[in-house]
């Protein structure tokens, strides 16, 4: 039996940016979940400028693969920082 994964985290594609200069058209969003804003017809996402108010008819709801999750939702990495070499690298290398 395949173990299932559960993910929590939900995206919306940006399908529509008029009157709202801050969406980039094309542009993969965070979604919140907020059952008060859907009510009125608003998704709650994250931009460039922290968690904000959109209307729904602007965005449509995507699956995306689990990697891509898990690679969206990681903290970015510190500026400056290398990736880690692995031990058999780094003795290749002397």
């Known amino acids: 039996m395949m173990k299932k994964t559960k993910v929590r985290a939900k995206f ?11 969406l980039e058209l094309r542009k993969i969003y965070k ?12 998704v709650r996402i994250i931009d460039e400028s922290g968690e904000v108010y959109h209307p729904a008819e602007n965005f449509v709801r995507i699956v995306l693969p689990l990697a891509t999750v898990k ?19 780094s003795a290749q290398n002397r």
């Open 12 to 22: 919306a594609l940006c399908i529509r940016n008029e009157n709202c200069d801050d």
């Open 31 to 42: 979604l919140i979940d907020d059952s008060g804003a859907a009510k009125e017809g608003y």
């Open 71 to 89: 690679a969206m939702i990681r903290p970015p990495r510190k500026a400056g920082r290398r990736p880690a070499v692995s031990r058999q690298r």
